[in-house]
DNA sequence: ATAAAAATTTAGGCGAGCCTAAATTTTTAT
DNA sequence: ATAAAAATTTAGGCTCGCCTAAATTTTTAT
């Protein structure tokens, strides 16, 4: 059984890893964290003693099969509790983040199927992020960025690349949020910023910043 | 903020005091964490620190106001979860104890207070036992045992006394759970065993042993 | 190519929550 | 009343996950 501190530490390594393509530097963990660069050496070392990661000193580290298998259900139980949340209890999907972080760690896998069953077995969190299946894998859905799309094309919102709160709140307000059709009506050349129809209501802006954190599917 | 540990200590000491009347000894801490008499003395200490329990050295230990308060929390926590578990998850009522001992600990007030209206407001867990409210008070139902009530009348059953998943098994099998209505068809003097009607079918033999740890309440 | 800078690891320490062994206090039995 | 037994506490240690300071390796800049 991975502890607490463990299975956070495998849930960063395949976000920072991107989905476990790449290996990810001490450093990074350390400032994500919150703790410090030697810590996150002790950590490591413990990791790689029970086969979770990949690890050569001073060559970064990678999840092995074993470590990817624990941070996907850490991400599944995660993305599930948020839904719940959304879905049931009434929260904003920018309040649920925080809590989601507790809730993850509960273990029982019957819990979480069962949840899952009562949940209607939901494909993506209030965020629009995927939820892996109960056998581990990772949906993949492979969508745009708004900051790709040119004037005058039509577009479907379905997830965010930053989670902070602020920004959720932000999209909220402009009724960006998964679902969303959204029309491109202007491209600034000067900082890239959009001006953009979102769901038949009046025009929104939103800066290049914003329109690179969202992700979008072409719609048919 | 009271730990993980310590939140288990202050609603062990609740439990283990009925409902913080008596003074808690050492040695039945120690028995009930499955950890040795040192241990719980290193413990009481840092409470009584904290000002959540009163301590004096060989004494034995008492809640204070602040420390029932977080006891009281952590079990509404608790039964909060288990009819969740219950009622939307479809588990068994022997199935629930082991999974809310981990929910329990949440600590989001948020959380469980919008849990609570999502339930309906439960006043009692599956097993009958009271759910304390959100501002920190245990409903206290006065039920009598199953084993005080004398051949011939008619009781309702309430809730249980004991929580052990074989106990429960057998008392669903038997189909006594909360809200069975039940007739005492005969006692037996020797043993105090008893021969029960439960909700019109056929006629079940109960123990002393398990009559002892059945509440009911008198039909009106 | 090499020196300075940056990243990482090693060494030694700390608090939380547990342990064993030994000392102390309280309770029980005579 | 007092000695034996039981309960409890103290002393010293351990692991986990973190820390700082110093040493080492890798990267970057010239």
């Known amino acids: 059984m991975a502890s607490l501190a463990e299975e956070n530490y495998l849930k960063l390594i395949y976000h920072l890893s ?27 070392r413990k990791l790689a003693d029970k086969n979770l990661v990949h690890y050569k000193k001073y060559q970064g580290v990678r999840l092995t099969q074993d470590g990817q298998e624990v941070a996907l259900q850490v991400i599944r139980r995660h993305r599930l509790w948020e839904v719940f949340m959304v879905e049931k209890l009434g929260f904003r999907w920018d309040e649920v983040h925080p809590i989601a972080e507790e809730l993850e760690h509960i273990a029982s896998e019957e819990l979480i199927n069962r949840l899952d069953a009562f949940l209607g077995f939901p494909v993506s969190d209030p965020h629009g992020d995927p939820i892996p299946t109960a056998a581990g894998a990772m949906p993949s859905a492979e969508y745009e960025k708004l900051c790709e799309v040119t004037a005058g094309q039509q577009v479907t919102m379905m997830g965010v690349l930053e989670h902070a709160a602020s920004f959720l709140q932000f999209l909220s307000k402009a009724g960006l949020i998964p679902g969303s059709v959204v029309s491109v009506l202007e491209i600034n050349d000067f900082d890239r910023s959009m001006i953009l129809k979102i769901n038949e209501s009046a025009p929104s802006f939103v800066s290049y910043e914003v329109a690179r954190n969202i992700l979008i599917k072409f719609s048919v």
Do not use: F, P
């Open 18 to 44: 991107g989905s476990g393509a790449e290996e990810v530097s001490t450093n990074a963990l350390a400032e994500q964290t919150q703790t410090r660069a030697a810590s996150v050496t002790d950590m490591l």
